[in-house]
Protein backbone atom coordinates (compact mmCIF):
# COMPACT_ATOMS: atom_id res chain seq x y z
CA UNK A 1 0.00 0.00 0.00
CA UNK A 2 2.11 3.24 -1.11
CA UNK A 3 -0.24 5.25 0.77
CA UNK A 4 0.67 4.04 3.91
CA UNK A 5 3.53 3.75 6.42
CA UNK A 6 3.54 1.95 9.59
CA UNK A 7 6.12 2.88 12.46
CA UNK A 8 6.94 1.10 15.49
CA UNK A 9 9.11 1.84 18.29
CA UNK A 10 9.19 -0.22 21.59
CA UNK A 11 11.79 2.28 23.69
CA UNK A 12 10.73 5.59 22.95
CA UNK A 13 13.86 6.62 25.50
CA UNK A 14 16.30 6.25 22.91
CA UNK A 15 14.40 8.64 20.76
CA UNK A 16 14.60 12.51 20.88
CA UNK A 17 13.16 14.44 18.45
CA UNK A 18 13.27 18.13 17.07
CA UNK A 19 10.15 19.79 15.98
CA UNK A 20 9.22 18.85 12.35
CA UNK A 21 6.56 18.18 10.14
CA UNK A 22 5.48 15.48 7.66
CA UNK A 23 3.82 15.84 4.51
CA UNK A 24 1.56 12.81 5.31
CA UNK A 25 -1.37 13.05 7.87
CA UNK A 26 -0.62 11.07 11.27
CA UNK A 27 -1.94 8.78 13.41
CA UNK A 28 -0.45 7.27 16.38
CA UNK A 29 -1.27 5.68 19.79
CA UNK A 30 1.03 5.35 22.77
CA UNK A 31 1.39 1.49 24.02
CA UNK A 32 3.13 1.82 26.53
CA UNK A 33 3.79 4.81 29.32
CA UNK A 34 3.87 8.85 28.85
CA UNK A 35 5.44 11.11 26.74
CA UNK A 36 4.89 14.75 25.89
CA UNK A 37 3.80 15.96 22.55
CA UNK A 38 4.41 19.32 21.51
CA UNK A 39 2.26 20.33 18.61
CA UNK A 40 2.16 23.44 17.48
CA UNK A 41 2.04 26.00 20.30
CA UNK A 42 0.28 23.74 22.65
CA UNK A 43 1.85 20.85 24.44
CA UNK A 44 -0.15 17.62 26.20
CA UNK A 45 1.24 14.87 28.51
CA UNK A 46 -0.21 11.55 26.79
CA UNK A 47 -0.19 8.13 27.55
CA UNK A 48 -0.83 4.52 27.17
CA UNK A 49 -4.54 4.16 25.57
CA UNK A 50 -4.19 7.70 23.61
CA UNK A 51 -4.38 8.85 19.39
CA UNK A 52 -2.41 11.61 18.65
CA UNK A 53 -3.14 13.30 15.61
CA UNK A 54 -1.36 15.15 13.32
CA UNK A 55 -2.52 17.23 10.31
CA UNK A 56 0.20 17.09 7.01
CA UNK A 57 3.06 20.22 7.37
CA UNK A 58 1.92 20.71 11.37
CA UNK A 59 5.14 21.09 13.37
CA UNK A 60 5.41 18.42 16.15
CA UNK A 61 7.37 16.93 18.49
CA UNK A 62 7.10 13.81 21.17
CA UNK A 63 9.46 12.98 23.76
CA UNK A 64 10.05 10.74 26.68
CA UNK A 65 9.35 12.39 30.21
CA UNK A 66 12.36 12.42 32.37
CA UNK A 67 13.25 8.86 30.44
CA UNK A 68 10.80 7.23 31.51
CA UNK A 69 9.72 4.09 29.20
CA UNK A 70 7.37 4.45 26.49
CA UNK A 71 6.44 2.89 23.35
CA UNK A 72 4.30 3.88 20.08
CA UNK A 73 3.02 2.84 17.23
CA UNK A 74 2.47 5.49 14.41
CA UNK A 75 0.55 5.49 10.62
CA UNK A 76 1.42 8.01 8.07
CA UNK A 77 -1.35 8.24 5.53
CA UNK A 78 -0.84 9.82 2.16
CA UNK A 79 -2.92 13.35 2.08
CA UNK A 80 -4.27 13.37 -1.44
CA UNK A 81 -5.20 9.65 -0.36
CA UNK A 82 -7.55 10.35 2.46
CA UNK A 83 -8.17 13.70 1.36
CA UNK A 84 -10.59 11.50 -1.48
CA UNK A 85 -11.65 9.50 0.90
CA UNK A 86 -12.99 12.13 2.96
CA UNK A 87 -14.71 13.26 -0.31
CA UNK A 88 -16.13 9.91 -1.45
CA UNK A 89 -17.42 9.77 1.95
CA UNK A 90 -19.12 13.19 1.68
CA UNK A 91 -17.51 14.64 4.09
CA UNK A 92 -15.85 17.72 2.54
CA UNK A 93 -16.83 19.55 -1.00
CA UNK A 94 -13.86 19.44 -2.20
CA UNK A 95 -10.87 16.11 -2.38
CA UNK A 96 -8.52 18.43 -1.11
CA UNK A 97 -6.62 18.28 2.36
CA UNK A 98 -9.02 20.58 5.14
CA UNK A 99 -6.91 20.24 8.39
CA UNK A 100 -8.63 18.92 11.57
CA UNK A 101 -7.78 20.42 14.71
CA UNK A 102 -8.42 17.34 17.08
CA UNK A 103 -4.95 16.74 18.50
CA UNK A 104 -5.54 13.48 20.95
CA UNK A 105 -8.31 10.65 21.18
CA UNK A 106 -8.72 8.64 24.63
CA UNK A 107 -11.94 7.19 23.53
CA UNK A 108 -11.48 3.15 24.28
CA UNK A 109 -13.10 2.21 20.76
CA UNK A 110 -10.88 4.17 18.88
CA UNK A 111 -7.72 3.44 20.36
CA UNK A 112 -9.28 -0.33 20.38
CA UNK A 113 -9.68 -0.18 16.82
CA UNK A 114 -6.28 1.59 15.44
CA UNK A 115 -4.29 -1.57 17.61
CA UNK A 116 -6.27 -4.25 15.53
CA UNK A 117 -5.65 -2.46 12.52
CA UNK A 118 -1.96 -2.26 13.11
CA UNK A 119 -2.26 -6.27 14.34
CA UNK A 120 -3.65 -6.71 10.65
CA UNK A 121 -0.87 -5.06 8.97
CA UNK A 122 2.01 -6.75 10.71
CA UNK A 123 0.16 -10.00 10.39
CA UNK A 124 2.56 -11.52 7.88
CA UNK A 125 -0.35 -14.47 7.52
CA UNK A 126 -2.71 -11.78 6.25
CA UNK A 127 -3.74 -10.85 2.85
CA UNK A 128 -2.73 -7.82 1.41
CA UNK A 129 -6.60 -7.75 0.27
CA UNK A 130 -7.74 -7.86 4.10
CA UNK A 131 -5.22 -4.87 4.65
CA UNK A 132 -6.36 -2.35 2.78
CA UNK A 133 -9.75 -3.17 3.61
CA UNK A 134 -8.97 -2.95 7.90
CA UNK A 135 -6.87 0.54 6.81
CA UNK A 136 -9.89 1.81 4.84
CA UNK A 137 -12.79 0.34 7.05
CA UNK A 138 -11.27 1.93 10.47
CA UNK A 139 -10.32 5.62 8.56
CA UNK A 140 -13.53 5.87 7.13
CA UNK A 141 -14.98 5.64 10.64
CA UNK A 142 -12.41 7.60 12.33
CA UNK A 143 -13.16 10.71 9.79
CA UNK A 144 -16.96 10.36 10.24
CA UNK A 145 -16.42 10.76 13.57
CA UNK A 146 -14.40 13.56 13.31
CA UNK A 147 -16.14 15.09 10.14
CA UNK A 148 -17.59 18.22 12.54
CA UNK A 149 -14.15 18.98 13.12
CA UNK A 150 -12.63 20.98 10.67
CA UNK A 151 -10.15 23.78 11.21
CA UNK A 152 -11.29 26.95 9.62
CA UNK A 153 -9.58 28.47 6.74
CA UNK A 154 -6.08 30.03 8.17
CA UNK A 155 -5.52 34.00 7.32
CA UNK A 156 -2.12 33.42 6.75
CA UNK A 157 -0.51 36.71 4.35
CA UNK A 158 -0.28 36.45 0.72
CA UNK A 159 3.47 36.97 1.46
CA UNK A 160 4.39 34.33 3.85
CA UNK A 161 2.59 31.73 1.69
CA UNK A 162 4.74 33.13 -1.40
CA UNK A 163 7.65 33.07 0.66
CA UNK A 164 6.65 29.64 1.71
CA UNK A 165 6.66 28.33 -1.91
CA UNK A 166 10.04 30.00 -2.59
CA UNK A 167 11.65 28.18 0.15
CA UNK A 168 10.10 25.19 -1.14
CA UNK A 169 11.06 25.49 -4.46
CA UNK A 170 14.45 26.65 -3.83
CA UNK A 171 14.93 24.19 -0.57
CA UNK A 172 18.32 22.29 -2.44
CA UNK A 173 19.90 25.83 -2.46
CA UNK A 174 20.73 28.14 0.69
CA UNK A 175 18.51 31.35 0.44
CA UNK A 176 19.61 34.02 2.21
CA UNK A 177 17.83 36.20 4.72
CA UNK A 178 18.17 39.34 2.50
CA UNK A 179 16.68 37.47 -0.45
CA UNK A 180 13.57 36.35 1.78
CA UNK A 181 13.06 39.73 2.99
CA UNK A 182 13.05 41.43 0.00
CA UNK A 183 10.52 38.87 -1.22
CA UNK A 184 8.42 39.32 1.71
CA UNK A 185 8.59 42.65 2.19
CA UNK A 186 9.41 42.19 6.01
CA UNK A 187 12.32 43.78 8.04
CA UNK A 188 14.35 40.39 9.13
CA UNK A 189 13.08 40.30 12.53
CA UNK A 190 9.65 40.94 11.60
CA UNK A 191 9.77 38.09 9.27
CA UNK A 192 11.50 35.32 11.85
CA UNK A 193 8.42 35.74 13.95
CA UNK A 194 5.72 36.26 11.88
CA UNK A 195 6.99 33.19 9.99
CA UNK A 196 7.10 31.01 13.12
CA UNK A 197 4.23 32.19 14.10
CA UNK A 198 1.70 31.07 11.03
CA UNK A 199 4.45 27.97 10.43
CA UNK A 200 5.40 26.73 13.63
CA UNK A 201 9.35 26.76 12.58
CA UNK A 202 11.53 29.92 11.50
CA UNK A 203 11.75 30.12 7.75
CA UNK A 204 15.38 28.32 7.42
CA UNK A 205 14.24 25.82 9.83
CA UNK A 206 11.13 25.42 7.35
CA UNK A 207 13.56 24.85 4.34
CA UNK A 208 15.61 22.86 6.27
CA UNK A 209 12.27 20.64 7.47
CA UNK A 210 11.41 20.42 3.74
CA UNK A 211 14.91 19.01 2.67
CA UNK A 212 14.45 16.28 4.92
CA UNK A 213 10.84 15.39 3.59
CA UNK A 214 12.23 15.45 -0.07
CA UNK A 215 14.88 13.31 1.08
CA UNK A 216 12.72 10.82 2.81
CA UNK A 217 10.37 10.99 -0.83
CA UNK A 218 13.84 10.07 -2.85
CA UNK A 219 14.56 7.36 -0.21
CA UNK A 220 11.48 6.00 -1.22
CA UNK A 221 12.21 6.29 -4.95
CA UNK A 222 14.94 3.65 -4.06
CA UNK A 223 17.73 7.14 -4.38
CA UNK A 224 21.31 6.10 -3.09
CA UNK A 225 21.75 8.00 0.72
CA UNK A 226 24.66 10.17 -1.12
CA UNK A 227 22.52 11.30 -3.68
CA UNK A 228 19.56 12.01 -1.67
CA UNK A 229 21.61 13.94 0.61
CA UNK A 230 23.28 16.17 -2.54
CA UNK A 231 20.00 16.45 -4.90
CA UNK A 232 18.54 18.17 -1.70
CA UNK A 233 20.93 20.74 -0.56
CA UNK A 234 22.81 19.34 1.53
CA UNK A 235 26.75 19.64 1.92
CA UNK A 236 27.77 15.94 1.79
CA UNK A 237 25.94 12.78 3.35
CA UNK A 238 26.97 13.13 7.24
CA UNK A 239 25.31 16.26 7.05
CA UNK A 240 21.84 15.15 5.43
CA UNK A 241 22.72 11.71 8.12
CA UNK A 242 22.52 14.22 11.07
CA UNK A 243 20.08 16.49 10.52
CA UNK A 244 17.62 13.51 9.00
CA UNK A 245 18.46 11.48 12.52
CA UNK A 246 17.51 15.25 14.27
CA UNK A 247 14.04 15.58 12.54
CA UNK A 248 12.82 11.91 12.49
CA UNK A 249 15.02 10.03 15.43
CA UNK A 250 16.26 7.58 12.69
CA UNK A 251 19.21 7.27 10.62
CA UNK A 252 18.41 7.10 6.82
CA UNK A 253 19.94 3.91 6.24
CA UNK A 254 16.83 2.66 8.81
CA UNK A 255 14.52 4.59 7.19
CA UNK A 256 15.28 3.11 3.79
CA UNK A 257 15.46 -0.46 5.67
CA UNK A 258 12.37 0.13 7.10
CA UNK A 259 11.10 0.71 4.08
CA UNK A 260 12.85 -2.72 2.42
CA UNK A 261 11.27 -4.40 4.87
CA UNK A 262 7.30 -3.35 4.65
CA UNK A 263 8.29 -3.92 0.77
CA UNK A 264 9.49 -7.92 1.07
CA UNK A 265 5.85 -8.09 3.53
CA UNK A 266 3.67 -6.82 0.70
CA UNK A 267 5.34 -8.98 -2.38
CA UNK A 268 5.31 -12.01 -0.48
CA UNK A 269 1.37 -11.61 0.15
CA UNK A 270 0.82 -10.79 -3.80
Request: proline share 4%; net charge negative.
Amino acid sequence: MPHVELRRVQDGRKLHYAPHSHTQWSLGAITKGQSTFIYRDDQYQVSEGTLVIMNPNWVHACNPIDNQHWSYLMLYIDADWLSNLRYELGLVKVASWQDIPVATLSTTKWYSGYCQMVECLLDTDRALLDKQAAVTEYLSELMVELSGQVSPTSNIPTAMLVLADYLKENASEDVPLETMCELSGYSSGHLIRSFKQYFGLTPHAYLVNHRIQCGQQDLKNGNPIAEAAVDNGFADQPHFQRTFKKLLAVTPKQYRQSLLNNQKDTASEQ
